[in-house]
């Protein structure tokens, strides 16, 4: 029997493989490069099912394919690429390369049948894109990565400025890249840092860099710290360096500011940024390292008070946008920041249960708005449409469920996931007052989100068409409705992977906290990569309310639930009218505040414009100092050449003439030295 | 039966009349002349040696030896021509253009 192990590097390299052939092969290939992705991306997705059925059954591993660099002496490190094939990697191969297949076959409607010229350049570039996050997710060490975690990076930018003849996709691209460059910046002092701190980077094992924290703060261990510091303070600054990396990707406040923007790419490949790619890697990132992260309070409340302010903070902003990828935008930044809410607060089962859940109603959201720009002539914006409920019933369907899903109605997707995170946020919180701030935060999220999303909804496809366009829009192929359909449903049952609370108030059903039991290695996993492993680190005791497990759940749902019902009655009753107002009109200087993202965009030049001095200064160190050192070398050595040509006179007696002298003074300095005279 | 000592005074004197000859002529057939003599007081090191020593080895180099002056003999001619052919002369300062 063919073990599935055996199989991993191919995960990667079947989208790298319709890379390089989108690549080589231009427009000379069917459907100019997208049969090659859709098939690459289908066999990753077989594979990577392979392996959850392997994992399932036991068989996780850690193997190292290819050792690149080794130290010598006392530092003996080396730099490895291996894979790290547990329950968390699995499902995250499972989720990527189901949501890149889909997205490949959306193109096909997307780009293909909307006559878009280069699409090889296009399909190369989601191939490359694919196949580095789906090296991120396999990585068994922090340096491969931060390598693959940059690749990610890169390829955003090439999709982002995909439509680079435009004068908004180049600069959308290059903000995007500069902004989460200077969060990867951080990561990569923090990679370093592990290394000298640890002189390892692995993630999983005895020797990992988180079981080595673990065992130098029980004392059984010693590591370096700089000055003599205190191993917690260093760990907590450590892990904040490489904070700073998932920050930047994963779009949170104050490094958001880059993906409102980064819609200026063309839809599919917002739905990969933001469902399964680019976006993701800062939450897995975490969630891979999350054994070494427990390990500091201070962190994880940060991670926390960080996630739930940005889940309010782009919640707001998602108001009172006019157009329809703008909203969804905001929304990627708020679900994102409770990914890290639930990190921050001990809940590592809950942020992976949205990350899986939210990656597949956000794709549904991101391909329906696709399929309503289609429709729509590429016109975004949500006051140009209404009353598309009747032509085009699939993308309507799929695109309500996946809004109930991400307004956290129950029994959406969303409403377990989000639900959960809350749930552990206020257990946790309770004795933790910057916890508690989080999750009040993150509760106030709940109406907001639900109010931006079903205005979307009822603007987009409820009422009476408000132009011509949207009287009168462009069908739609198989190729938009399958994908939908396939992640619509996906929206609808995902939660049942994980009915925590059901099983809570109904202790006798068993098994249906599936993911629980999956991520706590019940069917076998790596050492010290477990959910219950996790818990027993974290800093947190937990307390019920009203005395007991079961009211806490009760209550918690009752209250998210009712905030996000009311939330969509708001929604319901100011804008599912035949002719809606712009009802956030009345918000007045509110609403410009918000409509101009609290002026962040603004704020950040002002501070690139501030400190301009600086990198001037830098500049002329550059110029002066280190081209000086460069150009002086050249000079000297082209100044001394010109003096020493001149003995290459021509003239054969010459150099006759010098061999002759040469071979005497060679003669008498040896003989000095051998004592012949 | 003459001492090694002869030889070798022989030897050095052949060789520096070629040295000299390189060093001061202009002429590029002195040149190959005074190389050809400079390459056989080697010669005549070699075939000493190996009278001395009574060894066989040193006299089938000096063969050798001889087998490469006639083949430098035949690319140095060559030379030679081509000179007389490009500058109407055999002088080998005029030759001082292959340089930087």
């Known amino acids: 029997m063919v073990s599935a192990s055996a199989y991993v590097p191919a995960i990667v390299l079947l989208p790298f493989v319709s890379f390089i052939v989108a690549l080589f092969g231009r427009e000379n290939l069917p459907k100019r490069g997208a049969y090659g992705g859709i098939a690459a991306t289908a066999g990753s997705l077989a594979l990577s099912l392979w392996v959850l059925l392997s994992v399932r059954n036991g068989e996780a591993f850690q193997e190292t394919y290819y050792t690149w660099a080794t130290g010598v002496g006392a530092q003996d490190w080396t730099l490895t690429f291996g894979a790290l094939i547990d329950p968390l990697s699995a499902l995250m191969l499972v989720i990527v390369s189901l949501v890149a297949m889909l997205v490949h076959v959306f193109s096909l409607g997307y780009m ?193 008070f960080v996630g739930g302010f940005t889940a309010l903070f782009a919640a707001t902003m998602g108001v009172v946008k006019r157009e329809l990828k703008q909203v969804l935008a905001y929304s990627t930044i708020s679900q994102y920041g409770y990914m890290m809410l639930a990190l921050g607060s001990g809940g590592y089962v809950a942020a992976v249960f949205h990350l899986t859940t939210h990656a597949f109603f956000k794709a549904l959201l991101f391909l329906g708005a696709g399929s309503v720009i289609i429709a729509m002539h590429h016109n975004e914006d949500m006051w140009e449409m209404g009353g598309l409920k009747d032509k085009l019933p699939v993308t309507y369907w799929t695109f309500l469920a996946g809004s109930l899903a991400l307004a956290g109605i129950f029994p959406f997707a969303g409403f377990w996931s989000k639900d959960e995170i809350l749930y552990e946020a206020l257990i946790h919180g309770l004795d933790e007052p910057l916890i508690l701030g989080a999750y ?88 010290g990569l477990s959910s219950h492993h996790y818990a027993e680190l974290d800093p ?91 150009n002086g070398v050249s000079s000297v050595s082209l100044l001394s050449s010109e003096r020493i040509r001149r003995i290459q006179s021509g003239v054969v007696s010459n150099y006759a003439l010098l061999l002759t002298l040469g071979l005497t003074t060679l003669l008498v300095v040896f003989g000095l030295i051998g004592g012949w005279f | 039966m003459v001492p090694p000592e002869y030889y070798l005074v022989l030897s050095s004197a052949i060789f520096c009349i070629g040295l ?81």
Request: charged share 15%; with cysteine.
């Open chain 1, 112 to 304: 293909n049948d909307e006559g878009e010229r280069d699409l090889p350049r296009y399909y190369a570039g989601l191939g490359l894109f694919t196949a580095s996050m789906l090296g991120f997710v396999i990585a068994d060490n922090l340096l491969m990565a931060f390598m693959f975690f940059e690749l990610v990076g890169l390829c955003s930018y090439l999709l982002i400025g995909f439509h680079f003849r435009e004068p908004g996709p180049p600069s959308a691209a290059k903000k995007a890249f500069l902004v989460t460059r200077f969060g990867d910046y951080f990561f990569l002092v923090g990679v370093v840092a592990v290394f000298t701190t640890f002189g390892t980077a692995a993630f999983a094992g005895a020797e990992s860099f988180p079981a080595l924290a673990e065992a130098a703060l029980n004392g059984e261990a010693t590591v370096w710290t700089p000055g003599g510091l205190a191993e917690s303070t260093w760990f907590t600054i450590v892990g904040l360096l490489v904070l700073g990396g998932v920050i930047g990707k994963s779009a949170q406040f104050p490094l958001h500011t880059w993906l409102p923007d980064a819609m200026e790419g063309p839809t599919p490949v917002s739905a990969l940024i933001h469902a399964a790619t680019m976006v993701a890697a800062g939450v897995y990132l975490v969630a891979r390292m999350y054994g070494f992260y427990v390990l500091s309070p201070t962190t994880m409340a940060i991670i926390a």
């Open chain 1, 440 to 527: 009040v935060m993150g509760l106030l999220a709940v109406p907001v989100t639900a109010f931006y999303t079903f205005r979307m909804v009822f603007l987009t496809f409820h009422g009476e068409p408000r132009s011509s366009l949207a009287r009168d829009p462009h069908s739609v192929r198989w190729n938009v409705k399958g994908p939908l359909s396939v992640l619509g449903i996906l929206a609808v049952v995902t939660g049942g992977i994980n009915l925590v609370p059901v099983q809570k108030i109904v202790p006798s059903i068993e098994g249906i906290d599936f993911l629980h039991k999956w991520l706590n290695n019940d069917w076998g996993g790596i050492e």
């Open chain 1, 540 to 630: 947190y005791s937990s307390q019920y309310l009203f005395g007991g497990e079961v009211p806490t759940v009760l209550a918690g749902a009752a209250v998210s639930l009712g905030l996000a019902i009311g939330g969509l009655a708001l929604a319901w009753a100011l804008y599912n009218v035949a002719d809606p107002d712009e009802h956030t009109d009345k918000l007045g200087g509110l609403k410009a505040l918000l409509y101009n993202n609290y002026y962040q965009d603004e704020f950040q030049v002002w501070i690139a414009d501030n400190t301009r001095a600086v990198a001037g200064g830098a500049d002329t160190f550059d110029q002066g100092v280190i081209d000086g050192v460069v």
């Open chain 2, 20 to 100: 000299f000859g390189i060093l001061t002529r202009r002429n590029a057939l002195y040149f190959l002349m005074s190389a050809e003599l400079m390459l056989n007081a080697a010669v005549i090191n070699l075939v000493a040696f190996s009278f001395q020593w009574g060894n066989l080895t040193g006299q089938t180099f000096a063969l050798f030896v001889i087998a490469l002056a006639a083949a430098e003999v035949a690319v140095g001619i060559g030379i030679v021509l081509v000179l007389y052919r490009n500058f109407g002369e055999i002088d080998v300062l005029n030759a001082a253009t292959m340089r930087w």
